[in-house]
Nanobody
Framework: QVQLVESGGGLVQAGGSLRLSCAAS????????MGWYRQAPGKQREWIAT???????SYADSVKGRFTISRDVAKNTVYLQMNSLKPEDTAVYFC?????????WGQGTQVTVSS
């Protein structure tokens, strides 16, 4: 089992920045990739970014160039640095961890960007 706890959400003005954190515990040694998703009201959950154990990263086009995913292996923590935030980035942001067989989710953290 893997437990994920997100933090760092909040209210920010358009153009501002936030950094989200996701701390993994439990069987974190079994994690292959970690990533971030978001879900806005009335919309489906959307993939944002992924980082592998080898530190390879990938991003959705909607956040490429503005968001950066990183990982501190020693702390079992993944980060999402969000810059140049836009009102359309408003959503609940979820951390995701994938092992060979299973996927785990955090409880989510709210990010609200005001115009």
């Amino acid at each position: 089992q893997v437990q994920l706890v997100e933090s760092g959400g909040g209210l920010v003005q358009a153009g501002g920045s936030l950094r989200l954190s996701c701390a993994a515990s439990g069987s974190s040694f079994s994690i292959n990739t970690m990533g971030w998703y978001r879900q806005a009201p009335g919309k489906q959950r959307e993939w944002i970014a992924t980082i592998t154990n080898g530190a390879s990263t990938s991003y959705a086009d909607s956040v490429k160039g503005r968001f950066t995913i990183s990982r501190d292996v020693a702390k079992n923590t993944v980060y999402l640095q969000m810059n140049s935030l836009k009102p359309e980035d408003t959503a609940v942001y979820f951390c995701n961890a994938r092992t060979t067989l299973l996927a785990y989710w955090g409880q989510g953290t709210q990010v609200t960007v005001s115009s």
